[in-house]
């Protein structure tokens, strides 16, 4: 028998009971959206292995803030001295908001791949094409 243990949003606490079937049809008709498998407990095993495998290949993240920075200097962007900021409001505008701390990091290490080169200026580091 499996067992679901539900918190409704008013603070209700419902316990489903049932084979894991029918307490999967019942929280999908309730929610309308979570696969029931997720929030099953008790004493049946599910019919698949719950297990993740680890993958043979290393995850990569395609969109994040390191990838739409080299985009830009591809664009040639960094043809001419950049500051953080002025990254920031040209990411802005294609529609990718990070905060400055978020980017620092990934500007530094295309910095340090020899990417990008850092010069301070007035205090201030600007990014350019090697």
Same mark, same amino acid.
């Given at each position: ?9 008013n603070g ?14 019942? &929280?999908? *008709? ?13 004493? %049946? ?7 993740? *495998?680890?993958?043979?290949?290393? *995850? ?10 080299? @985009?830009?200097?591809?664009e040639g962007?960094?043809?001419?001295? /950049? ?9 802005? @505008? ?12 990934? =500007?530094?290490? &295309? %910095?340090?791949?020899?990417? &990008? /080169? *850092?010069?301070? @200026?007035?205090? =201030?580091?600007?990014? =350019?094409?090697?």
């Amino acid at each position: 028998m499996a067992t679901a243990n539900l918190i409704l949003p008013n603070g209700t606490k419902v316990t489903i009971e049932g084979t894991a079937d029918e307490v999967a049809d019942l &929280l999908s *008709r309730c929610s309308g959206s979570a696969p029931a498998a997720s929030v099953l407990s008790g004493n %049946t095993k599910p019919q698949h292995k719950t297990k993740r *495998r680890k993958s043979k290949t290393p *995850r990569t993240h395609s969109h994040g803030p390191k990838t739409f920075l080299e @985009e830009l200097a591809e664009e040639g962007f960094f043809k001419s001295k /950049r500051t953080i900021g002025d990254i920031q409001k040209k990411l802005e @505008e294609a529609g990718h908001i990070y905060g400055l701390n978020s980017l620092s990091t990934p =500007v530094l290490r &295309l %910095t340090r791949g020899k990417l &990008l /080169r *850092r010069i301070k @200026e007035k205090g =201030v580091w600007v990014y =350019v094409n090697h």
